[in-house]
Structure formats: C-alpha cells, structure tokens
C-alpha cells in the first residue's frame, strides 16, 4: 500500500484546514486508513480512523470535536477536516494503514501498519 498525503500548511490560530490521505497499491476494503500526528518533543498520537468498508470510525475524544474524519472510497481517499486550529495543533500529521477492524481497536498501530509520509501543519499567527 502506498500512502500520500497532502493538505498541510500555515494556518491562523482559529482556522480550518483539510487533509487529504490518497491510498493506493491496496483494495480499499481491505484497509483502514488513520490520521496522527507527532509534535516536536512529543509522542507520535492518534487523531482519527477510519475503515473503508463500514465507514466505522474512531477518534481520540480530546480531539473528536475539532477534527472529522471522512472517506471517498471512489477516489480511495481519507479526509482529516481540522476546525478551530490551535497552536498547540502543531505538528507532522501522517497518514497510515491498517486493518479493516482498526477503529474497533483504537487505531493502535503495530508492525502491520504501513506508513505514508507526514504533512506539516503550522498554527500560528
């Protein structure tokens, strides 16, 4: 599977961002696709996942009302709508791979999860 990511940027504290996580090399129904983010100093964290098949979903609570997670199984695509931006947002989002049952399991990530490259997201004034 092959993962590309893209949407990152500078964005105003406040502000809205979409993050696009194309997949490929893979049958969409056979995979779910997560977004996290890693912080500088910090811990790589789970923001959202999301399953292509069912559309299930899981969300890291402190986050699930600031960032929705969405599919295009036609164009074998993840969103990561990000609303009220905070500097504390900051970070290299990635996107990943993973089972269909991920979101069951807390989007934990494992030797089986396939990585795509991160994307810069910048809050700041």
């Known amino acids: 599977v092959q993962l590309q990511a893209s949407g990152g940027g500078l964005v105003q504290p406040g502000g809205s961002l979409k993050l696009s996580c194309a997949a490929s090399?893979?049958?969409?129904?056979?995979?779910?696709i997560g977004w996290f983010r890693q912080a500088p100093g910090k811990e790589r964290e789970a923001v959202s996942c999301?399953?292509?098949?069912?559309?299930?979903?899981f969300a890291q609570y402190s986050l699930a009302d600031r960032f929705t997670i969405s599919r295009d199984n036609t164009k074998n695509t993840v969103y990561l709508q990000a609303y009220r931006l905070k500097p504390e947002d900051t970070a290299v989002y990635y996107c990943?791979?993973?089972?269909?049952?991920?979101?069951?399991?807390?989007?934990?990530?494992?030797?089986?999860?396939?990585w795509g490259q991160g994307t810069q997201v910048t809050v700041s004034s």
């Open positions: 990943a791979a993973d089972s269909p049952r991920w979101p069951r399991v807390g989007c934990r990530w494992g030797p089986e999860t396939r």
């Open positions: 090399g893979v049958t969409p129904n056979s995979v779910s």
């Open positions: 999301i399953s292509f098949s069912d559309g299930s979903t």
